[in-house]
């Protein structure tokens, strides 16, 4: 009896030390950097490390069109020669290149096909903060560590959980741009964009950073929201899971093909994107 009531004492003890609260060891705080110039510094230094690239993967790409939420999840594949030269291609109904989208350092694309036959297009001297289809190549850009943060006095440094976050004025005294930095690996992770009036015209996610070459990092996810202005049908999203990424030289012939706006011939709607509204142009 003795014994069975031991066994029992000793069941009962277990059983409510295993029930009581795991101990969390607390996060480890990272101090971030102390002024805009540090913070500059180290984003600067990581770009001297950036290099051309070709990766592929997956799109999720959402939008509305006619009231409606559409869905397009499609194959990519994706060069980048920085600091300004970026070409996306996926495979939308058997099309290898149903979606082009590209951007050197004056102009950017968007086109597609079969059922769309859409082409548009401007410079991006013209643009203003409003537009929405700019963000997609400029995020691209920036994503791959091609971040603008060359005026210092533009700037100012500020801190959220775990984020260094520098926050870019416009001459409206209010934010143009925020990007979050990771304090511990110093790696962008968010970067928000905002028009002339202060309201978020997109934003853009990056995560699963991978290395591909020695201080060359690259992340494996990214999604771009753009917000839908007033009247419009609404926000488009879209999200890049890359699969795999490496490095990748260019010849001056391979150059002019990825990254030269390509002509309109072959597509029936071609647009200019005016003041952040496509404009339709003679074909």
């Given at each position: 009896?003795?014994?069975?009531?031991?066994?029992?004492?000793?069941?009962?003890?277990?059983?409510?030390?295993g029930?009581?609260?795991?101990?969390?060891?607390?996060?480890?705080?990272?101090?971030?950097?102390?002024?805009?110039?540090?913070?500059m510094h180290?984003?600067?230094s990581?770009?001297?490390?950036?290099?051309?690239l070709?990766?592929?993967?997956?799109?999720l790409?959402?939008?509305?069109?006619?009231g409606k939420?559409?869905?397009?999840?499609f194959?990519v594949?994706?060069?980048?020669?920085?600091?300004?030269?970026?070409?996306?291609?996926?495979?939308?109904?058997?099309?290898?290149r149903?979606?082009?989208?590209?951007?050197?350092?004056?102009?950017?694309?968007?086109?597609?096909?079969?059922?769309?036959s859409?082409?548009?297009?401007?410079?991006?001297?013209?643009?203003?903060?409003?537009?929405?289809?700019?963000?997609?190549?400029?995020?691209?850009?920036?994503?791959?560590?091609?971040?603008?943060?060359?005026?210092?006095?533009?700037?100012?440094?500020?801190?959220?959980?775990?984020?260094?976050?520098?926050?870019?004025?416009?001459?409206?005294?209010?934010?143009?741009?925020?990007?979050y930095i990771?304090?511990?690996?110093?790696?962008?992770?968010?970067?928000?964009?905002?028009?002339?009036?202060?309201?978020?015209v997109?934003?853009?996610?990056?995560?699963?950073y991978?290395?591909?070459?020695?201080?060359?990092?690259?992340?494996?996810?990214?999604?771009?929201?753009?917000y839908?202005?007033?009247?419009?049908?609404?926000?488009?999203s879209?999200?890049?899971?890359?699969?795999?990424?490496k490095?990748?030289?260019?010849?001056?012939?391979?150059?002019?093909?990825?990254?030269?706006?390509?002509?309109?011939?072959?597509?029936?709607?071609?647009?200019?994107?005016?003041?952040?509204?496509?404009?339709?142009?003679?074909g």
């Open positions: 009896m003795l014994r069975k009531t031991v066994i029992i004492i000793c069941v009962l003890i277990l059983f409510h030390a029930c009581e609260p795991q101990r969390r060891e607390p996060e480890p705080i990272f101090p971030g950097k102390k002024s805009v110039s540090e913070a180290a984003l600067n990581r770009s001297q490390n950036i290099g051309s070709k990766a592929s993967g997956q799109c790409w959402q939008y509305y069109s006619n939420r559409r869905k397009e999840n194959w594949k994706l060069w980048v020669n920085p600091p300004a030269e970026v070409y996306l291609q996926g495979d939308i109904g058997f099309n290898p149903g979606i082009v989208l590209g951007s050197n350092a004056n102009e950017f694309w968007l086109l597609i096909k079969p059922e769309v859409r082409y548009s297009w401007d410079k991006w001297s013209e643009q203003g903060s409003s537009s929405g289809l700019m963000f997609v190549p400029k995020t691209l850009d920036e994503a791959f560590g091609i971040v603008e943060v060359s005026d210092e006095k533009a700037w100012s440094l500020s801190k959220e959980d775990n984020f260094d976050v520098l926050v870019r004025g416009n001459n409206n005294r209010g934010i143009d741009k925020k990007i990771n304090r511990q690996d110093y790696l962008v992770r968010k970067i928000e964009y905002f028009d002339v009036n202060g309201e978020a997109a934003i853009a996610e990056l995560d699963r991978r290395e591909v070459s020695k201080e060359f990092f690259v992340p494996a996810s990214i999604k771009i929201i753009m839908g202005e007033e009247g419009s049908d609404g926000s488009a879209i999200r890049l899971s890359l699969s795999s990424a490095s990748e030289s260019f010849t001056e012939i391979r150059r002019n093909n990825l990254f030269n706006r390509p002509g309109t011939s072959g597509y029936k709607n071609i647009f200019r994107i005016v003041n952040g509204q496509m404009v339709e142009q003679p």
